[in-house]
């Protein structure tokens, strides 16, 4: 079975410093997948990111930047200089191959004060 | 491009009651997922179709609930009869069954049973 463990349920920090958010998952398969959506106040999930198990790269994007480690099975994820905006319940998900179904964590809510 | 669609936003009923969730997913885009966001229970899925055709519907919680997709372009989430503890944010996606598939979720219905 796969499971996602999000072991923050919430974090808050002042504006203009970096944050990261953790997430640990679980699968005996080889092949999976990984995401991170963002769900602002306003209740919408926005995808934000996939990465691919065959894939170890880091990724960037802006300030949004991906660790992706299999040794540790993790995939974390750091908001570098955080603005209010980025406030939001993330979600850690994981797909195995030949499955649809994604498994989410059960979420950090990030708390960005001015 | 027009995102997932759903109707309504919100939705308040008295118990028992019948209640019809709507769903139009993304042109072009041959895979469905209902979802169920809950404080207690995170976010689950319900059910979800490949071409139409219901391929898991494991995660309906009972035979109230009830999944239709009559054509590419609609799908039905019907709980009758409707109790307080379905009260929730429900949530449709859609996905390209192909390739790495990553889901896009509508903006949700939150729905009020009373």
């Known amino acids: 079975a796969q499971k996602v463990t999000q072991a923050q349920t919430e974090i808050s920090v002042v504006e203009k410093e970096d944050v990261t958010l953790d997430c640990v998952y679980e699968?005996?398969?080889?092949?999976?997948?990984l995401f991170w959506y963002k769900q602002p106040p306003s209740g919408e999930l926005v995808f934000l990111i996939r990465r691919n198990s065959f894939d170890e790269q880091n990724e960037i994007s802006g300030r949004y930047s991906w660790n992706f480690q299999k040794s540790t099975s993790s995939f974390n994820f750091t908001i570098t200089a955080s603005q209010v905006v980025d406030s939001a319940v993330y979600f850690c998900a994981l797909r195995i191959q030949g499955a649809q179904k994604l498994v989410f964590g059960q979420g950090t809510r990030l708390t960005i004060n001015p | 491009d027009a995102g997932v669609i759903q109707s309504p936003r919100h939705e308040v009923t008295e118990m028992g009651q019948e209640v019809t969730l709507r769903c139009k997913p993304i042109?072009?885009?041959?895979?469905l997922f209902w979802y169920r966001q809950t404080m207690m229970r995170g976010l689950e899925l319900l059910i979800y179709f490949n071409n139409n055709v219901p391929i898991d519907d494991s995660g309906m919680p009972e035979d109230r609930f009830s999944a239709k997709m009559p054509n590419a372009s609609f799908s039905t989430l019907k709980i009758q009869p409707s109790e307080p503890r379905d009260s929730a944010v429900y949530f449709c996606?859609?996905?390209?069954?192909?390739?790495?598939?990553?889901?896009?979720f509508g903006p949700g219905t939150r729905l009020t049973v009373t």
């Open positions: 699968t005996r398969d080889t092949t999976y997948y």
């Open positions: 042109s072009g885009h041959n895979s």
């Open positions: 996606a859609s996905s390209l069954r192909q390739g790495y598939n990553e889901q896009y």
